[in-house]
């Protein structure tokens, strides 16, 4: 759940003087492709931040995960990725603080952050800032604590955190936010899943429950309980069957290129077999049973992706998802 704290800026001659936009800190943007700010819903722009916005993001960076803030709290003004402990500092002008700036209330932003979450190139956000003149004039931050703070301790070990954003990006993103906002939920709620799915980044990017919980999510839009006297039905055989129906539905189709050339039965036979292992209490072994996947980081990738997908798939056709789950 988000937090929120208003701190005090001091008189701004009533409301004469105009507000600066809010804005969201996006954390993980590298470049902006085709043009330099990117419209993802009616009055919410994806921007490179200010001056003024970097200088009261770093000081809202170092009031939330603590102070005085270390270089690796920093890593956006670092070349990346770093190697060993040397860090080579970049030109301002390459500093990769981006923003979405907007007027009004977070209600969009937090939309947004649904849509990325749901998106093909997945963006982050860190915190928004608020400004407002009722009462005492001030400005506030919003944050979600175990989130941000699990996003960036996965951050600091990964060489693909940050991302480039095409316009194509932004458009798909807007296209999902648009559609989540006309979705309704009678058949398939699609804002309680994408909601569940940012409620397992507020979890170790290590820890075996973010593992257990996509499947969970996956298990529980394609699959029914298995018919006891049909030994075809069962929960595993339910959703490679399915997952072969819908990937020939998808523009873009699941990527099992990092699985060395093994059958998407296979791969999810073994994504299976892990899932048990951890459901079990197991230690999975990698480079042995489980070979196939590679590493914990390409299944949960692989799982990431997929509910997705399947999720995306049920804003434009939450009937078929119904169907497929039910037969």
Known sequence: MSKEEWVT???RNGAT?????????????????????????????????TPEEITTIKETLERLVGGPVSYQQFFWEHRWPHR???????????????????????QTI????????????????GFTILYHIGGTPGKGFLWWGGRLFHVLEAAWHSDD?????????????????????HHEDLLVDVKRLAGQLGDLKALPHQSPL?????????????????????????????VKKKLALL????????DYTPFAGASTDTVWSKMYRYRSQLAHGGAPDFAGELATLGSQKKALK???ETVKAVIRQALTEPQLVVDLRDC
């Open 17 to 49: 003087v105009p507000l600066p936009d809010n804005y969201a800190f996006v954390m993980n943007v590298w470049h902006l492709l085709d043009r330099p700010v990117h419209t993802l819903a009616p009055g919410h722009e994806l921007r490179r931040a």
């Open 84 to 106: 060993g402990s040397e860090v080579e500092i970049l030109p301002e002008a390459e500093w990769r603080y981006f923003v979405i700036g907007f007027r009004g209330n977070n």
């Open 110 to 125: 937090s939309e947004l952050q649904a849509a990325f979450d749901l998106a093909l190139v997945e963006l982050e956000v």
């Open 9 to 11: 800026t001091g008189p």
């Open 302 to 304: 692989l799982l990431n």
């Open 210 to 238: 973010r593992f257990l919980g996509y499947f969970a999510i996956l298990e529980s839009l394609l699959t029914h309980a298995p018919k006891l006297s049909d030994p075809y039905d069962s929960i595993t055989r339910q």
């Open 161 to 181: 955190f940050f991302v480039d954003v095409s316009a194509r990006d932004t458009e798909a993103i807007a296209e999902i936010h648009t559609a989540i906002q």
């Open 247 to 254: 990937d020939h539905r998808w523009p873009a189709k699941i």
